[in-house]
């Protein structure tokens, strides 16, 4: 089976996953900081905080930007639940966006309108939350720009966007937001097994995410409230949780970042040769606009509605594990429940009516692409005989 997307690990992975495993120290250790130093490089931000999952680095980032009970936060319908559930963490309310049918990420004319609506309905968010779907960064000047004259803060969920530039600038340099967060399962652009990343340039947001990450207890004499009673001392000060990353996890994290470039590079090559081979079939390709570079986590086209669920069955017969997204965040049982219907982000239901993600990912050979190629091109001419 040729999966949607796979791992790419080198023996040089794994060597540094069991030199950790043979030292003393398997978390908390030195390896943790390297690896966000590593990061912070990478993303251009002057911090990066290291936690458990992309989930964790959404919900430690939502709290550092004071999101708590009655808050509000704006986010899209069109990603993984995990960006929503995390502001239900806060104890906050959750309310969506509508995407742009070509970028597929937050559409700054839908964001403007919902914003006039809700000043004059009194319940303007507090944080707006874009995503860099497929890893093509939001339209952030425009996005940031509404923010800012509302009031609210901007997060990036930038999980699919490792590696993505905006500009000159890389996505994570926090350009437009206080917050970028990626995430380093498996599937996205480099892993650590599980493990998530919250990028920003402000110091004090770095030592909260830090509190947070670790029960909200610090061990640093300069921070503490109470007189220190001795080496031993440390103070609770938050209501935090234990989200740090392993230093085994972060051994591989650190491993992969020096080939980031290396895998954006394979992922743009292989979407660039999906953009040619399929552009006579008469699907809707992604389009990447003037400025923008994607890290290409996923290459997802738009599929005639009518065939796309038999066309994912017949490529998934044929070994080729084609997959889908996203599902509309609101169109789930437990967002219905909280007053969700469908037909409210239009959008967002027709992309997801016809989205189908091929195969893309770095160790994706050009023999097995050529594979899916021929048999999309198969697939194509079947369904228009049958019309
Ligand atoms: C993967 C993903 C997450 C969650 O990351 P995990 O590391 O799996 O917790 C959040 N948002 C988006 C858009 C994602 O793709």
């Known amino acids: 089976m040729i999966p949607y997307g ?7 992975d794994i060597a540094a996953v069991v030199a950790v495993l043979r030292s003393d120290v398997l978390t908390q250790g030195p390896v943790g900081p390297r690896f966000e130093a590593a990061a912070a ?16 680095a ?3 980032a939502y709290l550092a930007a004071g999101i708590g009970p009655g808050s509000r936060v704006w986010t899209v319908p069109n990603s993984f639940v995990a960006t929503a559930n995390a502001a239900l963490y806060c104890g906050a309310t959750v309310d969506f ?89 498996p599937v996205k652009i480099i892993t650590a097994g599980e493990g998530g990343l919250v990028a920003t340039n402000d110091a004090r947001l770095a030592a909260r995410l830090r509190l947070l990450r670790s029960h909200g207890i610090t061990r640093d004499p300069a921070e503490m409230t109470l007189p220190c009673d001795g080496p031993w ?37 292989l979407a660039a040769r999906y ?16 400025g923008l570079a994607s890290a290409w986590h996923l290459y997802v086209v738009d599929w005639p509605p ?15 594990g084609v997959n889908v997204h996203y599902i509309p965040i609101h169109l789930q049982p437990f967002w219905r429940a909280r007053g969700f219907a469908p037909g409210q982000f239009p959008v967002a239901e027709r992309h997801y009516a016809g989205a189908l993600s091929l195969p893309l990912y770095p160790r994706l050979s050009d ?20 019309e």
């Not at 009518?306 to 080729?320: D, H, M, N, T, Y």
Request: glycine fraction near 10%; include cysteine; hydrophobic fraction near 50%.
């Open 58 to 60: 959404l919900h430690l």
């Open 306 to 320: 009518a065939s796309r669920a038999e066309a994912l069955v017949a490529l998934r017969q044929a070994g080729i």
């Open 233 to 269: 001392f440390y103070e609770q000060q938050a209501l935090g949780f234990n989200y740090r990353l392993t230093d085994i996890q972060a051994a591989l994290g650190l491993s992969q970042i020096g080939r980031l470039g290396a895998f954006v590079a394979r992922r743009t090559a």
């Open 97 to 185: 966006v509508d995407i742009d049918p070509v970028t597929r990420t937050m559409a700054p004319a839908a964001l403007a309108l919902k914003l006039e609506q809700a000043e004059r309905d009194g319940c303007l968010p507090d944080l707006i939350v874009p995503v860099h779907f497929a890893g093509l960064p939001a339209a952030m000047a425009e996005i940031a720009a509404l923010a800012a004259r509302y009031g609210a803060t901007v997060v990036e969920d930038a999980c699919h966007a490792l590696g993505a530039h905006d500009g000159a600038a890389p996505v994570g340099a926090c350009s437009y937001s206080a917050m970028t967060v990626f995430s380093l399962h």
């Open 367 to 386: 023999d097995e692409q050529g594979f899916v190629i021929a048999q999309l091109g198969a697939l194509c001419q079947a369904v228009k005989a049958a």
């Open 275 to 290: 953009d040619r081979a399929l552009a006579g079939l008469g699907l809707g390709l992604p389009r990447v606009p003037a």
């Open 41 to 56: 490089a990478a993303t251009g931000a002057a911090h990066g905080v290291a936690v458990s999952s992309g989930t964790a």
């Open 6 to 12: 796979r791992q790419d690990i080198a023996e040089a």
